[in-house]
């Protein structure tokens, strides 16, 4: 193993004199090219382009001497510091971070950052980022080649958005660039660069506070505002008590009946879900708050409305279409998970034969059950149900009485699917 190992981060700007000391010290470095180039590498030094993070971890394992490892601005934060320390390598680390190129980034923007999203497109991730931008108004993406800001804008086709593109932070060729998304595809991006995703609805509104904001970074899942919980009642959501009105909305699912849909579909950030025949948008909102990206489609123009103010009412970002049937969905981008509130068999086909990993679906009837049931098992998928009957309680007597029966007791028949690895 290399006699000590210093991980610099470099930002564009001159070396700390502990940096500047280690790299004068270095028989191996390891960096992109361009910093080999610019920096004061020892003649002597061996040179590693750091392409591949563990072919180069292997190599300073296997050195005697001084190792330094360049990487930008703050190498501990999405950096190589995480591969480095593998145990495999064995590796001590001195770790020397530099302005981050996210800080830098909302820098240049002149923007605060504690309440954005921070998320990687390496590695295969860039939908996964893109859904991370449908439902949040502030993330920083950290781009990669073949994942960068043309690529994440044709991801978010639809869905305006600004972007604020920084290429080349901390080089004599740093550019910043303000465009609205439907624009970024037009142009080619330098790397390497940062993207800031900026746009939506912004804070909760519900009762005017945020109460995470100014305190508690990157505003995590399942606190998205002042109201606590989830599978809240179901007077919550405006208009979510209508049993449906002429235009097929249908009624909200009692609050109990959510909470077990929301577990089966599992919703977490980075994916995106479908909420077919939604209404008045109490499950899409709620599947948002655990910080997922959400598509409502739902045949009703009046419950859409309704639906947007649900989604303002607390804050979160749901992407609403107005349509009905299979035909609709061919449009929209592809589900990980994905519930049909309403909309019978033929819609229930058409979503599962995009393949989401986890789908749930609301029968009417036990016929129409014993349909959809077939069609969960016959597209691949491991399928199962619960019939759900509530019966509500009432206070004889007021506030201080005893317990009793209400009338208007309830059964609801759930069905769900999730795919045979």
Known sequence: MADRITVIGWDGTPLTEAAGAALAAATLVAGAPYQLNALPVPDAAERITLGNVRQAARKIAEHRGAAVVVAEGDPGFFGVVRTLRRPEYGLELEVLPAVSSVAAAFARAGMPWEDAQVVSAHGGRLRRAANICRAHPKVAVLTAPGAGPSELAL?????????????????PDEDVTVLTSDRIADHVWRDPNVVLVIGGHGGPQAGGVDTAAGWLAGRPVGFPGADRGWALPGDAYA??????????????????????????????????????GAGSGALAVEAARFGAAVVAVEASRSACARLAVNARRYGVEVETVHGQGPEVLGGLPEPDVAVVESGGLDVVRAVLARRPERFVAVPRTLAEGEQIHRAIAEAGYRADGALLQSTPLSIAGGAGGGLALGAGGTGVLLLWGEQIA
Do not use: I, K, Q, Y
């Not at 991801?155 to 080089?171: P, Q």
């Not at 849909?261 to 994916?271: F, I, N, S, Y």
């Open 155 to 171: 991801m978010l086709r639809g869905v305006h958005r600004t972007f604020v593109v920084c290429e080349a932070l901390g080089t």
């Open 239 to 276: 208009g979510a008590g209508r049993a449906g009105d002429e235009t097929g909305a249908s009624e909200a699912l009692p609050a109990h009946v959510r909470a077990l849909v929301l577990a089966r579909l599992g919703a977490r950030p980075g994916d995106l879900v479908w909420s077919v």
